[in-house]
Each structure stands twice: as structure tokens, then as C-alpha cells.
């Protein structure tokens, strides 16, 4: 444990001077074209000195220079991260480890992977795993050293075979050991029920290819049955897909700007819902908690300001970046986030997540009862009492 703490301590002296040499806009080997970038090249190449003479244990420099990349990268975002020759080819390739997986979205907190949400349904949710739960070993290697992309590739392997992970559990302040079947990939859960006489309650568990079709049809046999209010679930849903959440926006909403998407490079572009007629247009209110994320974020602000809808529950994640695979000459790579996804009016909430308009957290109530969906429902007959009497 000394050795890996150490060597931790040193990866991070050199990181530091790496992230200030490159926030100034200068890069290893280019051409030093910002003031004082000197200064930081010349701070870095005497840290490195320092380390290679001094620290108490011999160090080798592929080993100290991949830290100092894999910590440059993390200092950005927790979804930026540094790829060995072989994890970048893949990435590029936009490769699998294998075509099963635990059902799992994973991001970086703390130094280590973080499931973000775990799939309705998948061995993961099934094994008792869930949003904030920490991955410390993933077969028995520190994800202290693998970014989210390179964690979730560790996930990925044959269906039918078991990975085995050390987690630091949310509830309670220990570690446990866990292993988990990888299975195929599930289609997004999707279904649709009546809570409450008129209310209908479409539960939208991921965001994946094809879902909009699926939510335009759980949609007209809720109106066939009467559904004068709709409660959109989007609970633990990290689905990926923007595309579709777009679609569904426009859905509940019409024709118009869903979401933006701000790039360095190429500016704000905004990211419409086709002109087609809305097919639903009545009161709507959504659940949301901490695993809501990434597509399912667009989906909330962009209902929350198109709409009008109220958000219920806890605070979503926060995950809005879109990353770009560089392969660099030496064969290695990076994963690097480009842009940020932003709500119509251009709020954004990447890092920091939605608040919700009506905080509840999540709980059982009396018979099992769910709080949030209840309070859900209760904020969606207020609102319909309130409409009748103006």
C-alpha cells in the first residue's frame, strides 16, 4: 500500500505542473506561443528532475509520464481521459470488450469509477448496485488508474462470464466484494400504467435508439385511455443517445429548439425537434434523481423550458459533455471533451446537475408506497385544480 501511495504522491506533483502548462494553451512539443509558457515547461522538466533523483524509490518514465498524462486529463472533467495505443485504437474504432456487459453507466469521482445509474433490470440492479456506488477494483485492478471509458470497457466481456469488483457502497461507509453475470444489453424499460384515474405515468428507464417510437406509441395508449396529465419517469435513466431525446421532445413538445450544443471550435449549434405535430399537450410533470443523466438531462431542461413542466425529485447528475477520440503520432491517444450540451434558453448543468422545482427525496412511504411518485402526483392534481379555477 506504501509503494501505490507513493507513487500516487509523485504522479500527482508532476500532473499539477502538467495542468498548468497546458491551461496556459501550450503543448509538449509545440511551439511555445503563449507568454510566460516557458516558465511552466521549465517548472515541469525540474519537478521531473527532482522526482527521478530524489524519490526514495527508483521510478520508471513511461510509468511517471502516463501518470502525469492520466492526471493532466482528469484534472479537466471526469469524463476526459488519457488512452494507452491499444485503448485508443479502440476507442477510435468505437470497439466493445465484448458484447455483454453489467448494465451499468459509469462516470469518475473521487479518483475512482462511479456508477452514475445502473439499467432497470440489468445483473448490476439486480446484484443491489446503484448511483454513487464507488468501483475501487474491477478483477482486481485499481480503476484509481482507468478513466470512465476504460472502466466501463473492464465491464465488457462474453455473455455468461462473471466480473468481480470491490465497491464502495453509498448507504453505508464500507467496502464490499461483488460478482456480477455480464448479460447482452436490454432495451431501454419502457411501460406505461394509470396511478391515478387520468394520470397516466410513462416510465422511460434509458435513452437508446428507437426509443422515441416506443414513447410516441406508449403515448397514444395512454390518450386512448383517457390520460388528461402525464408523469414522464426518468429515474436513474444515464441513456446516451441525444438524438432520441430530441425526438422525444418534440413529441411532448412540437417543432423547436430542444437543446444547444456549444463547441470551442465550431460555436453554439442548436439541435431542433423535426416539424412534426406534438402527441401529447397536456399538463406534465417528471421525476427526476441523481441518476438522471447525460441524455435524459436534455430531455428535463428541455421540457422544463418548452413545456413548462415541473421537475420532482432530487438533483439530476450532471453529465453534459460530448468527448472526441485524438489519436496522437506516438499511437496513444486521448478522450477529451469538446463540447457541453445546453438547455434552449442555454443554461447549462454539466458538473452541477438540475435542481429540481420540487424537492423529494427518494423513499418508501407507508405499504411500500414511492414518495417521489407520489409527490409527482400530487404537484400534477395541484396544478390541474389550479388551471380549473382561473
Known amino acids: 500500500m506504501v509503494r501505490v501511495d507513493r507513487g500516487r504522491k509523485a504522479m500527482l506533483v508532476v500532473s499539477a505542473a502538467l495542468v498548468g502548462f497546458v491551461l496556459l494553451g501550450g503543448v509538449l512539443g509545440r511551439t511555445l506561443a503563449v507568454e510566460g509558457t516557458y516558465s511552466f515547461l521549465k517548472l ?75 439499467l432497470e433490470g440489468s445483473s448490476a440492479r439486480k446484484a443491489g448496485l446503484g448511483t454513487g456506488d464507488l468501483l475501487l477494483t474491477i478483477d482486481g485492478k485499481s480503476t484509481l488508474w482507468m478513466g470512465a471509458w476504460e472502466a466501463t470497457q473492464a465491464l465488457q466481456g462474453k455473455p455468461g462470464s462473471e466480473v468481480r469488483m470491490s465497491v464502495l457502497r453509498t448507504a453505508e461507509p464500507r467496502s464490499e466484494e461483488f460478482k456480477v453475470v455480464r448479460k447482452l444489453p436490454l432495451k431501454s424499460p419502457l411501460s406505461t400504467s394509470f396511478p391515478e384515474p387520468g394520470t397516466g405515468l410513462l416510465r422511460l428507464g434509458s435513452l437508446q435508439e428507437g426509443d422515441a417510437e416506443r414513447v410516441r406509441k406508449g403515448l397514444s395508449v395512454l390518450k386512448a385511455q383517457g390520460a388528461g396529465r402525464l408523469l414522464l419517469d426518468l429515474r436513474s435513466n444515464a441513456g446516451t443517445n441525444v438524438d432520441e431525446a430530441v425526438r422525444i421532445a418534440g413529441l411532448l413538445g412540437g417543432e423547436g429548439t430542444v437543446a444547444k450544443l456549444a463547441e470551442k471550435k465550431a460555436g453554439t449549434t442548436e439541435l431542433r425537434a423535426p416539424g412534426a405535430p406534438a402527441a401529447y399537450k397536456g399538463r406534465l410533470a417528471l421525476l427526476v434523481d441523481a441518476g438522471t443523466a447525460g441524455a435524459a438531462e436534455v430531455l428535463a431542461a428541455a421540457l422544463r423550458e418548452r413545456n413548462g413542466a415541473m421537475l420532482v425529485g432530487e438533483k439530476t447528475w450532471g453529465l453534459g459533455t460530448v468527448q472526441k477520440v485524438i489519436t496522437l503520432p506516438s499511437g496513444d491517444g486521448i478522450r477529451l471533451s469538446v463540447g457541453k450540451y445546453l438547455s434552449p434558453s442555454g443554461k447549462e448543468w454539466n458538473g452541477t446537475g438540475i435542481s429540481p422545482d420540487v424537492l423529494q427525496q427518494r423513499g418508501s412511504g407507508p405499504a411500500g408506497e414511492d414518495l417521489q411518485l407520489r409527490k409527482g402526483l400530487e404537484i400534477l392534481g395541484r396544478a390541474t385544480d389550479e388551471r380549473k379555477a382561473a
Open 44 to 118: 515541469f522538466n525540474e519537478v521531473l528532475y527532482l522526482v527521478r533523483n530524489n524519490y526514495v524509490e527508483q521510478v520508471k518514465d513511461d510509468a511517471l509520464m502516463q501518470g502525469a498524462y492520466r492526471g493532466m486529463l482528469e484534472a479537466l472533467d471526469p469524463q476526459s481521459e488519457y488512452l494507452s495505443p491499444e485503448a485508443a485504437q479502440k476507442a477510435a474504432r468505437n470497439t466493445r470488450s465484448g458484447p455483454a456487459d453489467i448494465g451499468v453507466v459509469l462516470s469518475k469521482r473521487q479518483k475512482y469509477a462511479v456508477i452514475v445509474a445502473a
